[in-house]
């Protein structure tokens, strides 16, 4: 059985109904660098057709993009990450990280560092790691 049967039926066992959904890109807007709607209304100028993401502040899904969300100046310039919109919920769940020490273990390529370092409004530390030495460039490129 593949490995995605085997989840399906585990999932429809446990009493859920298994729907097949269509995975969507995700980017989060770095308010610590830009302005929301700034950031916003400049990729909808060149194109880019944003739907918010319902249960996140800053994230948004890409619902239509003639060229990658990755070669845009807004995104080299660091305005907003790409990142799928269930990455950015972890670090929502913390609360008050302002002047705190924050470990992120599985660092790269660092979505999840960016979106930290925004929620603690660039006070306290973060010790950002990852095991893979190849991935901390990415991460690196991120912090940038």
Known sequence: ??????????YCELGWEYRPTEQRLAIRINTMSSERDQVIGRLQS????????????????????????????EYLSGLYSIQEAAAQIPARLFSELEHKLVLDACAAPGGKTVQLANLMKNSGAIIALDIDKRRLLALSNQLE
């Open 1 to 10: 059985m593949s490995g995605k049967g085997f989840f399906v039926d585990r």
């Open 46 to 73: 060149r194109g880019i057709h944003l739907k918010r993401v319902p249960f996140l502040e800053d994230g948004y899904w890409v619902l239509k993009s003639d060229f990658s969300v990755g070669a845009t100046t």
